[in-house]
């Protein structure tokens, strides 16, 4: 650590100058609209950032919908947290993760059907926050077909938030994203230590 850094006058300079930057940046962002989160990446925590997201919304008093699009073979926390709450519209259309289920054709029929429930909430304007767990997946391997998907995202209400996670994420999505977060891996339990998922933290 540099000598100066814990000094409290330079500290003072530089937190001046952030305020000054950052109140330079709010003031110029007026603009209320929804808007399209995509969270992708080979590392943990796009789902988490989802369902952060969702519980945020909750708190807010929003009406959120949540459609999973791969996992489904398994219980998970978010699923037993958020799928009774009053606010919640929850579908769970998965069937597992495609090494397991090794059926194309039943993969693609799940993953059109959620599809069909993902666009009546991206057509409702009722629904605040809508996360599309997993979206990134099906549409890398083309269980969706990625028009319709980009048609029914860029046509919804004015106000509606969209959360996309997935690793893999298609250029033509993060094209039209406000938001696009990418999540690299640095160490993970699983990989580097033999660590299996645990409840609370990946179930």
Same mark, same amino acid.
Do not use: C
């Given at each position: 650590?540099?000598?100066? =850094?814990?000094?409290?006058?330079? @500290? ?23 808007? +399209? ?7 943990? /925590? ?11 919304? #909750?708190?807010? &008093? ?9 996992? /489904? ?17 929850? @579908? ?7 090494? &397991? ?9 799940? =993953? ?5 429930? =993902?666009?009546?909430?991206?057509? *409702?304007?009722?629904?605040? #926050?809508?996360? #599309? *767990? ?9 269980? +969706? *077909? +990625?028009?319709?998907? #980009? ?9 509606? @938030? ?12 993060? &094209?039209? =994203? ?24 990946? +179930?």
């Amino acid at each position: 650590m540099r000598e100066d =850094a814990k000094n409290p006058e330079r @500290h003072k300079r530089r937190m001046e100058r952030k305020q000054k930057v950052m109140q330079e940046r709010m003031d110029n962002a007026q603009k209320d609209q929804g808007v +399209l989160l995509v969270m992708t990446g080979n590392a943990k /925590g796009k789902s988490s950032s989802g369902f952060g997201m969702v519980g945020r919304a #909750l708190g807010h &008093d929003m009406k959120v919908g949540v459609i999973q699009f791969i996992k /489904g073979a398994f219980s998970t926390g978010e699923d037993k947290f958020f799928r009774d709450h009053p606010n919640v519209t929850y @579908h769970t259309m998965g069937e597992g993760y495609t090494w &397991d289920t090794q059926d194309r054709e039943r993969d693609v029929q799940a =993953a059109t059907a959620a599809w069909d429930k =993902a666009a009546e909430m991206l057509s *409702d304007p009722s629904f605040e #926050l809508i996360l #599309l *767990d997993e979206l990134n997946i099906a549409l890398r391997y083309e269980y +969706l *077909d +990625l028009d319709r998907v #980009l048609d029914d995202l860029m046509n919804r209400p004015e106000m509606q @938030h969209v959360v996309a996670t997935g690793r893999n994420a298609k250029q033509e999505l993060i &094209d039209i =994203a406000d938001t696009v977060t990418e999540m690299q891996v640095v160490k993970h339990a699983f990989r580097d230590s033999g660590i299996r998922a645990q409840k609370g933290v990946e +179930l």
